[in-house]
């Protein structure tokens, strides 16, 4: 499987981006996908993950109620909706997958997509 993440750019705070994480490869619908970013300086975090049927998600506290984790294993593509974007959400965000929603909590993963710059400004 090989992931490809897009939809990265440069917004002002309170904007809103979607991102994208395209998929090859025929197995990609038996996987959970998270996606995680990373700040200058900071250490990779999760930010939201998603089942391999998209029936559950799970999110880091720092974005409920604003980011939202979606799929379409049609299309191979997982999404992030990201709204109401602070300054503080500025990082590369990568897409990742593995073989369970768990292995996605623990950091267990098996593909890693490039990343995508999002950076919020002031």
């Known amino acids: 499987v090989q992931l490809q993440a897009s939809g990265g750019g440069l917004v002002q705070a309170g904007d809103s981006l979607r991102l994208s994480c395209a998929a090859s490869?025929?197995?990609?619908?038996?996987?959970?996908v998270g996606w995680f970013r990373q700040a200058p300086g900071k250490e990779r975090e999760l930010v939201a993950g998603?089942?391999?049927?998209?029936?559950?998600?799970d999110y880091a506290d720092s974005v409920k109620g604003r980011f939202t984790i979606s799929r379409d294993n049609a299309k191979q593509t997982v999404y992030l909706q990201m709204n109401s974007l602070k300054t503080e959400d500025t990082a590369v965000y990568y897409c990742?997958?593995?073989?369970?929603?768990?292995?996605?909590?623990?950091?267990?993963?098996?593909?890693w997509g490039k990343g995508t710059l999002v950076t919020v400004s002031s």
């Open positions: 990742g997958a593995g073989a369970t929603m768990g292995s996605i909590m623990t950091d267990d993963i098996l593909y």
């Open positions: 998603i089942s391999w049927s998209g029936g559950s998600t």
């Open positions: 490869g025929r197995r990609f619908s038996r996987y959970a």
